[in-house]
């Protein structure tokens, strides 16, 4: 059943300066000095990220009021909107890589600033392989609804343990999960997307 998990790998996507710059909480123009340390944390971490992504696609069910998608059982309100009229849906996981982990750690103490642009490049960079992933299944299935992670509304995180299971993240992609839920590498990201 796992040899279904399809596997994809990225180039980089273009960077949104501005949504970096937006994540790490700046409004408006940056400054010089914001600008001239946006583009130093650019070219040191520019090698740093691998950008991949495992999937399936599975049937959506309803039964008894709840949402089944291969071994996901929801009753979210939320989900069951997003997916209304989607006769299937595609699970992935997504995920940059360990290295800006890295080197957020490596600067978190040290340099405060510097640890805060990567953590902003970092999410800039797992949404933009995201909106990349997507944009190849619109292209493939045409009609698509807009990814939906656990965490959503009344989508509850633990949904994120049979994701998991189903797409073999650790094996498949590097990315694990722990008794928390937290993922590892941090900028990671799990979703469903229904199709039309």
């Known amino acids: 059943m796992l040899d279904n998990v399809l596997i994809k790998n990225y180039p980089a996507p273009p960077i949104k300066e501005r949504e970096i710059l937006r994540y790490a909480g700046c409004s408006g123009e940056a400054d010089e000095a914001t600008q001239a340390l946006l583009q130093e944390c650019l070219l040191e971490c520019a090698a740093a990220f691998s950008y991949r992504v495992c999937y399936r696609v ?11 998608i291969g071994n996901v059982t929801s009753d979210s309100k939320a989900l069951r909107k997003n997916l209304e009229g989607c006769e299937k849906a595609v699970v992935f996981a997504a995920t940059v890589g360990l290295n800006v982990d890295r080197m957020i750690a490596k600067y978190a103490g040290v340099a405060t600033a510097k640890a805060l642009i990567l953590q902003a490049i970092g999410a800039e960079r797992i949404e933009a392989l995201c909106d990349v992933f997507c944009a190849d299944l619109k292209r493939e299935y045409k009609n698509i609804q807009p990814r939906f992670s656990p965490g959503y509304g009344d989508f509850s995180l633990s949904v994120q343990k049979e994701i998991f299971l189903m797409l ?8 694990t999960l722990n008794d928390s839920l937290l993922m590892s590498p941090t900028k990671s990201v799990t979703a469903i997307v229904g199709l039309r």
Request: with cysteine.
């Open 58 to 68: 599975f049937d959506v069910k309803q039964e008894k009021g709840a949402l089944i």
């Open 168 to 175: 073999d993240c650790p094996r498949k992609i590097g990315l």
